[in-house]
Nanobody, 124 residues
Framework: QVQLVESGGGLVQPGGSLRLSCAAS????????MGWFRQAPGKEREFVAA????????HYADSVKGRFTISRDNAKNTVYLQMNSLKSEDMGVYYC?????????????????WGQGTQVTVSS
C-alpha cells in the first residue's frame, strides 16, 4: 500500500534552516508529482511546493519562493523540502502528499495520499 513518511521537523530559531524528507513506498514514485503542504493551528492546510515526477518542474507558494527548495531523488523514493530563512509564520505541521495532476498541484484536492506530518516550530 502507499505510504508516505515525513521526517526532519523540529525547533529552529528565526532565520535558521531545516530540511524535511518524505520517504515514499508502495507505488512507482517517479510516476507521480509530489507536494508539500503545511497547516498552522486554527488555519487551513496550505500549499507550499510541488515537484513533477521527473523533477524537471517545480512550483512554490509566493510566501516561500526564494527561501524554500523542493527536490526529489527518484532512486531513493524520497522528496525533500529545504527551508531556509525560516520565519515564525512558517510554523506548522508539514505534510507531503502524492499528486496526479500538475494542473491541480496547488490544491489539496489534487493529492490522494498524505503522510502523517512533521512539526516545524520557529521560535527564539
Amino acid at each position: 500500500q502507499v505510504q508516505l513518511v515525513e521526517s526532519g521537523g523540529g525547533l529552529v530559531q528565526p532565520g535558521g534552516s531545516l530540511r524535511l524528507s518524505c520517504a515514499a513506498s508502495g507505488y512507482t514514485f517517479s510516476s507521480y508529482l509530489m507536494g508539500w503542504f503545511r497547516q498552522a493551528p486554527g488555519k487551513e492546510r496550505e500549499f507550499v511546493a510541488a515537484i513533477s515526477g521527473t523533477g524537471q518542474f517545480t512550483h512554490y507558494a509566493d510566501s516561500v519562493k526564494g527561501r524554500f527548495t523542493i527536490s526529489r531523488d527518484n532512486a531513493k523514493n524520497t522528496v525533500y523540502l529545504q527551508m531556509n530563512s525560516l520565519k515564525s509564520e512558517d510554523m506548522g505541521v508539514y505534510y507531503c502528499a502524492r499528486g496526479s495532476s500538475w494542473y491541480a498541484r496547488t490544491t489539496a484536492l489534487g493529492y490522494d495520499f498524505w503522510g502523517q506530518g512533521t512539526q516545524v516550530t520557529v521560535s527564539s
